[in-house]
């Protein structure tokens, strides 16, 4: 017979050990975002339905505004880790200025803060292309019993102690990692639960895809127009094969499965990328490393960068590590 998958549930149970400060806290966390996920993966899946049931700016039967979807995520994952005792803060890439969450008994006694992309690739909403979600989840550092600051949120990469993603795609899956690899679960949307359906997920060393928004190239560094140029030479296992969602999440899981590069360059246009820092980058490079694969501003390990502002943006290149390597060496050049 074959053997029962593993559903989300019995593996945080199963792995509570295994976490950093195994106090049940950050378990709890993962369970209101997997809860999350399964609401905005409902109202995604029937994103096309709005044009049909009312024009945007219609209000539905509760009487409630409808909202875009970004919005919508947002305030269903704020909404979710509010109502438990665990998150003191949540910084979204929807909002200007972090939240502060009090807790219940008003007396900021909840250790982790959380920052998220709540919708990510939006743009592809419209046209029935798969979007995602994106987590990074962090200790405070500022002490127990005062409100968050920003210093909470301005932390390292390297001090994370959880990141996922969930991607909203032809099955939705989410994938996470606490620092002891990354697993990767599938929703069964008949009975909405998650099956442990990729164990122990690792980036391939090489690869043979490079994603990057190539209508952008003329404005690109030189190193990175060279390499394009290498991706794109008839050499041994050249040419390399290009894609690109315009969904991060999307492009990073599919070369997370393949082996290959996702690249968001400065461009004279935008002179550190587009990618934001915080939402974006910190929790694909730990995702990414925890893999066996790489992330890179071009010269730095992307985790170990201070953050100076919530929504900073910075150069990004993640994917397989001698694709990043290899990146690193022709941006060298110059
Ligand atoms: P968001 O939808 O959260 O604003 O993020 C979109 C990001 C990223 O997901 C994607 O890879 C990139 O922007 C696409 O940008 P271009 O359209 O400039 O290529
Ligand atoms: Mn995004
Ligand atoms: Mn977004």
Same mark, same amino acid.
């Given at each position: 017979m074959a053997k029962q998958l593993q559903t989300l549930g019995e593996f945080i149970i199963e792995n509570q050990q295994a976490f %950093? !400060? &195994? &106090?049940?806290e950050l378990s709890r966390l993962i369970n209101s975002i997997r809860l999350a996920a399964k609401v905005v993966n409902h109202e995604v899946n029937k994103a096309g339905l709005v044009d049909i049931t009312g024009p945007a700016g219609a209000t539905n039967v509760q009487g409630e505004d409808q909202q875009k979807l970004d919005v919508y995520a947002h305030e269903k994952f704020i909404q979710t880790l509010t109502n +438990? =005792?665990? $998150?003191c803060g949540i910084a979204s890439e929807e909002n200007d200025d972090f939240i502060t969450i009090k807790g219940s008994h008003g007396d900021h006694q909840n250790k982790y803060v959380v920052l998220m992309? #709540?919708?990510?690739? &939006? &743009?592809?909403i419209d046209v029935n292309v798969s979007v995602g979600t994106i987590f990074s989840v962090y200790r405070r550092v500022t002490p127990l019993g005062t409100p968050v600051q920003l210093e909470d949120f301005l932390q #390292?990469? @390297?001090?994370? $102690?959880a990141a996922g993603y969930i991607v909203y795609g032809t099955s939705t899956m989410l994938v996470y990692t606490t620092g002891c690899g990354v697993n990767g679960f599938t929703l069964n949307p008949a009975l909405g639960s998650w099956y442990l359906? @990729? %164990?122990?997920m690792r980036y391939p060393e090489d690869g043979r895809i490079y994603s990057v928004n190539e209508g952008n190239y003329i404005h690109f560094p030189q190193g990175i127009k060279d390499y394009i140029k290498y991706c794109q030479e008839e050499e041994e296992d050249r040419p390399y094969t290009s894609r690109y969602i315009g969904s991060l999440v999307s492009d990073f899981h599919r070369n997370m499965i393949k082996g290959g590069i996702y690249m968001y360059p400065p461009s004279s246009k935008a002179p550190n990328g587009k990618? +934001?820092?915080? !939402? =974006?980058c910190n929790p694909m490079a730990f995702i990414a490393e925890q893999a066996g694969g790489k992330a890179s501003d071009g010269k730095r390990r992307v985790m170990d960068i201070e953050p100076t502002e919530l929504h900073q943006r910075v150069p990004f290149y993640c994917g397989s590590k001698n694709m990043v390597d290899k990146v690193e060496e022709f941006l060298a050049r110059y």
């Amino acid at each position: 017979m074959a053997k029962q998958l593993q559903t989300l549930g019995e593996f945080i149970i199963e792995n509570q050990q295994a976490f %950093p !400060y &195994s &106090s049940g806290e950050l378990s709890r966390l993962i369970n209101s975002i997997r809860l999350a996920a399964k609401v905005v993966n409902h109202e995604v899946n029937k994103a096309g339905l709005v044009d049909i049931t009312g024009p945007a700016g219609a209000t539905n039967v509760q009487g409630e505004d409808q909202q875009k979807l970004d919005v919508y995520a947002h305030e269903k994952f704020i909404q979710t880790l509010t109502n +438990r =005792e665990i $998150v003191c803060g949540i910084a979204s890439e929807e909002n200007d200025d972090f939240i502060t969450i009090k807790g219940s008994h008003g007396d900021h006694q909840n250790k982790y803060v959380v920052l998220m992309d #709540p919708l990510d690739g &939006s &743009s592809n909403i419209d046209v029935n292309v798969s979007v995602g979600t994106i987590f990074s989840v962090y200790r405070r550092v500022t002490p127990l019993g005062t409100p968050v600051q920003l210093e909470d949120f301005l932390q #390292p990469g @390297h001090q994370q $102690v959880a990141a996922g993603y969930i991607v909203y795609g032809t099955s939705t899956m989410l994938v996470y990692t606490t620092g002891c690899g990354v697993n990767g679960f599938t929703l069964n949307p008949a009975l909405g639960s998650w099956y442990l359906s @990729h %164990p122990n997920m690792r980036y391939p060393e090489d690869g043979r895809i490079y994603s990057v928004n190539e209508g952008n190239y003329i404005h690109f560094p030189q190193g990175i127009k060279d390499y394009i140029k290498y991706c794109q030479e008839e050499e041994e296992d050249r040419p390399y094969t290009s894609r690109y969602i315009g969904s991060l999440v999307s492009d990073f899981h599919r070369n997370m499965i393949k082996g290959g590069i996702y690249m968001y360059p400065p461009s004279s246009k935008a002179p550190n990328g587009k990618l +934001r820092l915080l !939402y =974006e980058c910190n929790p694909m490079a730990f995702i990414a490393e925890q893999a066996g694969g790489k992330a890179s501003d071009g010269k730095r390990r992307v985790m170990d960068i201070e953050p100076t502002e919530l929504h900073q943006r910075v150069p990004f290149y993640c994917g397989s590590k001698n694709m990043v390597d290899k990146v690193e060496e022709f941006l060298a050049r110059y």
